[in-house]
């Protein structure tokens, strides 16, 4: 579908870069659920949406601003329209037809999780936020239709109807049914010692919701299984090592943080995580298996992978490669920039599920 791009230092695995992309931490990647149109947030105060044409051009669609730094961008189910979540403590609702965005949800800290939920009886807009709450926006009224409080600080959610998953501060964990209407379902204690900073819902061979992963910043994968489901071997959760590398002259580890997780559409066991370490790895969460992707053993990016997604169909893997200040403000470069990378998504023969086990 695309070029070949040339190799270089700043591009080990000679993947295709996306143009004019951000000037600031990249936040946030998600394509759309109709078509190959890739949004990005970032930093810098914009989200910006590509659409990936089949003769291999890369289009910038458009972009909008916030006044303040944007933490995740979300699509509408219709694919049409685009959510943004920004420090400025807005949520807005960007049209792509007509180009105009308008505030959607208000609160009183910054924004940092936007999720479209679209339900047989209902459409809503979630929103978490470091004020500690969880609201719920019908787009006809400017008042929430739901509020919830937060045992602390949203850092990470994610949403598969019906349920959704939302990790505070102090490593919470709280499930919610989004049914008849949003309500509060359980609570998890999280395995992982430190500070969650991903999750992702995985589905069972049905498509229905059943568990999820979450990573921390100490370099670990938890796998916590929601109940039971049809035709799954494994329902014991489990945690794994991962995004390690050993010190030069030493037997200690240098641990990053797993800073996205996103599963595939269509095989439904694998996953990718991105590491502060500027790599992304592959997954098999019933195998408990790290899978030979990408080939080779490359060498990592010259900066951490803050965000990584798949398309609809599960051909192409979107990452975002952009400083996310896991070592603090001296490593900081302004000259290596912000870049968004595409590849074709690996290909998933059963004999590649056999990996050597990480549990």
């Not at 870069?17 to 149109?37: M, R």
């Not at 590509?50 to 699509?75: E, F, K, N, T, Y």
Request: hydrophobic fraction near 35%; include cysteine; charge should be neutral.
């Amino acid at each position: 579908m695309f070029a070949t791009a040339s190799a270089s230092s700043s591009n080990p695995l000679d993947d295709i870069e996306v143009p004019n992309g951000p000037s600031d931490g990249i936040s946030h990647l998600e394509f759309s659920p109709k078509a190959n149109h890739l949004i990005a947030s970032s930093w810098d105060g914009h989200v910006r949406c590509w659409d990936l044409q089949q003769s291999g051009h890369i289009r910038l669609v458009g972009q909008q601003s916030h006044q303040a730094p944007v933490l995740d961008c979300a699509w509408h189910s219709d694919g049409t329209k685009v959510f943004t979540a920004s420090c400025d403590k807005t949520a807005k609702l960007w049209d792509l037809a007509t180009s105009q965005c308008s505030v959607v949800a208000q609160h009183d800290a910054p924004i940092r999780t936007a999720h479209w939920v679209h339900a047989p009886s209902y459409q809503l807009l979630m929103t978490g936020s470091w004020d500690k709450t969880l609201k719920f926006w019908d787009l006809r009224t400017p008042k929430p239709a739901i509020s919830m409080i937060l045992p602390d600080r949203c850092y990470c959610a994610d949403v598969v109807y019906p349920f959704a998953v939302v990790c505070t501060a102090q490593r919470g964990i709280q499930w919610y049914q989004l049914g008849n209407q949003p309500m509060h379902f359980k609570d998890i204690d999280s395995v992982l010692k430190y500070q969650l900073r991903s999750v992702s819902i995985f589905c069972d061979k049905s498509g229905e919701p059943a568990g999820m992963a979450y990573g921390s910043i100490e370099g670990r994968i938890a796998v916590n299984y929601l109940r039971t489901s049809r035709g799954a071997e494994k329902t014991d959760s489990f945690q794994f090592k991962c995004h390690r590398s050993l010190v030069a002259g030493s037997k200690q580890q240098q641990v990053y943080a797993v800073n996205d997780i996103a599963f595939h559409p269509v095989h439904r066991s694998v996953m990718v995580s991105a590491g502060s370490d500027g790599q992304f790895s592959y997954w098999d969460k019933d195998e408990q298996s790290k899978l030979p992707f990408p080939p080779g053993n490359p060498k990592p990016q010259n900066q951490p992978i803050s965000a990584v997604c798949f398309n609809t169909p599960g051909d192409i893997l979107a990452y975002a490669v952009s400083y996310d200040w896991s070592k603090g403000h001296e490593f900081y470069d302004p000259q290596l920039g912000n870049r968004i990378y595409l590849r074709a998504s690996e290909a998933m023969p059963a004999e590649a599920k056999k990996g050597k086990k990480n549990r």
